[in-house]
């Protein structure tokens, strides 16, 4: 179901899921914060931009398309585009339950589910994701407005899969796919491609990337220590 390497699906559900120390740090600055006392009303999209920038850089450098969907002026979510024309979107957990259970009919995970008509035909799960009540109506508006929302694309999308990750406890990473009545069709745990202390580095063309550090780890390793001997 899901058409990307095993390589490009370690680097999302890693990037979805693991903080990196370096950017955290840079944020915390940028907001006169180092200490941690103060307040970091901007940290949930700090975080979000962080994942999209990511999983752009990830696209870039297999070969793959990303897609920019502005939710008004203070959103902005960065879909890939595989290259069998399927589409992946990235959610938390709790999120994505609650768009499928409470969300607006227009928003855009529920539009995008609108091309999975090929998938109306498995049977829904019976899983821990409830089976909406309320009924999804597939009217051949909402269908055009899914359209227009995805109008950088030349041709629907093939399907829609869904990366949804988990950090309140411990990180899990499903994907799901769902049926034009919003109902879970497919499901697959990802969870064991979490790897420790994963960082994702792009290549450059004279560093190997399994061994260049962080630029903070390298100032801290660049100060020498003060030992006081005893007399």
């Known amino acids: 179901m899901i058409g990307l390497s095993i390589e490009v699906k370690k680097a999302i559900v890693n990037t979805l899921v693991v903080d990196d120390p370096e950017s955290r740090f840079l944020y915390l600055q940028s907001i006169n914060n180092t200490s941690g006392k103060g307040t970091k009303n901007s940290s949930h999209k700090h975080k979000w931009d962080h994942r999209y920038n990511t999983i752009i850089q990830i696209a870039d450098r297999h070969g793959l398309k990303h897609l920019k969907l502005s939710r008004g002026e203070l959103w902005e979510a960065v879909l890939l ?43 829904p799960l019976q899983m821990s994701l409830p089976i909406v009540d309320k009924e999804f109506e597939e009217s051949e508006d909402r269908l055009l407005l899914a359209r227009k929302m995805l ?75 003060i030992v006081k001997l005893k007399s």
């Open 81 to 123: 585009l595989g290259h069998d024309d399927d589409l992946y979107v990235f959610f938390s957990e709790r999120n994505m339950n609650r768009i499928i259970r409470q969300g607006k009919e227009t928003h855009y995970l529920i539009l995008l589910n609108l091309f999975n008509k090929e998938l109306d035909n498995m049977e």
């Open 151 to 225: 109008n950088v694309m030349k041709n629907d999308p093939k399907k829609v899969i869904v990366f949804a990750f988990d950090t309140r406890f411990i990180p899990t990473v499903n994907a799901y796919a769902f049926n034009t009545r919003q109902q879970v069709v497919w499901e697959r745990d990802l969870t064991e491609l979490i790897e420790p202390n994963y960082r994702f580095v792009l290549q450059d063309d004279n560093v190997n990337p399994d061994s260049r550090e962080s630029s903070v780890t390298q100032k801290l390793k660049g100060k020498k220590r």
